[in-house]
């Protein structure tokens, strides 16, 4: 028995890791200004995101469509996963563990299933068995590291699958918005909404539920501010503390640099983690946004 793992590309995931553990990574597509942009490891991050950065005076053009500076992501079609699965057998796979982000952002995961399907038909006897992270970024980096321990420690397939579903709900994620331009532009925000939350400076921070989708957590009046409450909210519910913080950015890496100081003013001796996200995750949340991971998994699946 061989198993090996396939994820797709808002995981984060580091592609040299993921060369080194043969893992297949899925691209997301985003499209700007009708060119298409694949998020494999030859996408440009910090070009990407200065592409945000050339939209600033869109408030005073009226007349222009507002939504079109926003790009658009394209979640992986069918045969994209299917070829993932294929190359994966090739190289001996007998087994197939699918870590994808949550259903609640993205239809990614269907495209995994429906490749699924298309693998079924021509290949019955290989096991394919699909994980939604219930969130996305370094969750899915998580659940992967300890999908790769529990193989190593000789689980089957499918008590790997109970596992990670299991644990998925103890990784908590928690993102501060600084701005509510991006969401504004991107439609997923109201004029009114936007204006009122413009003039009185709120700074939203929202996280991911047990459903996978995105929920309203607080809010802050400056960044500092939603920094230090970013930690508070992450840790508050748990009655231990976490084994690992991952700190996620986009354009703005001091503020995950600062992120990481707060954290080690109340955790001295905590492993943080720093990554910069590849696009697909905030291209709509803006690319300012700043993601404190939690890691709460249990200990004996690491050990």
């Given at each position: ?58 408030l005073h053009i009226p007349k222009l469509n507002l ?41 990614s995961i269907n495209s995994a299933r429906l490749g ?188």
């Amino acid at each position: 028995m061989t198993i090996r793992i396939v994820t797709d590309s808002t995981s984060d995931i580091p592609w040299d890791f993921a060369k080194k553990n043969n893992i297949e990574v899925v691209s997301l597509y985003m499209i700007v200004h009708e060119e298409t942009l694949v998020e494999d490891e030859n996408f440009d991050k910090d070009s990407y995101y200065k592409l945000f950065e050339e939209e600033k005076a869109f408030l005073h053009i009226p007349k222009l469509n507002l939504y079109s500076f926003v790009p658009k992501t394209s979640q992986p079609n069918p045969n994209d996963y299917f070829q993932a699965y294929q190359k994966q057998i090739d190289a001996g796979a007998t087994e197939l563990i699918v870590i994808c982000v949550t259903a609640g952002l993205s239809g990614s995961i269907n495209s995994a299933r429906l490749g699924a399907k298309q693998l079924a038909r021509k290949n019955k006897d290989v096991k394919v068995h699909i994980i939604d992270a219930k969130s996305a970024s370094y969750p899915e980096v998580i659940l992967i590291r300890m999908a790769l321990n529990l193989i190593k420690k000789g689980y089957e397939g499918e008590k790997i699958t109970e596992i990670l579903h299991e644990q998925a709900l103890k990784i908590k994620t928690i993102i501060l918005l600084p701005t509510l331009r991006y969401l504004w532009k991107g439609g997923r925000l109201k004029t009114t909404k936007f204006i009122l939350g413009t003039m009185l400076r709120k700074k939203p921070i929202v996280t991911m539920n047990a459903e996978g989708f995105v929920e309203t957590a607080g809010s802050a009046t400056e960044v500092e501010e939603g920094l230090v409450e970013s930690l508070r909210l992450n840790t508050e519910d748990f009655s231990k503390d976490p084994k690992a913080f991952s700190i996620v950015y986009g354009s703005r890496k001091d503020y995950a640099e600062r992120m990481a100081e707060i954290v080690l003013e109340k955790y001295p001796k905590m492993k943080i983690e720093i990554a910069q996200s590849g696009g697909s995750v905030l291209s709509h949340l803006g690319p300012e946004s700043i993601g404190l991971i939690g890691d709460y998994t249990d200990d004996e699946y690491w050990d």
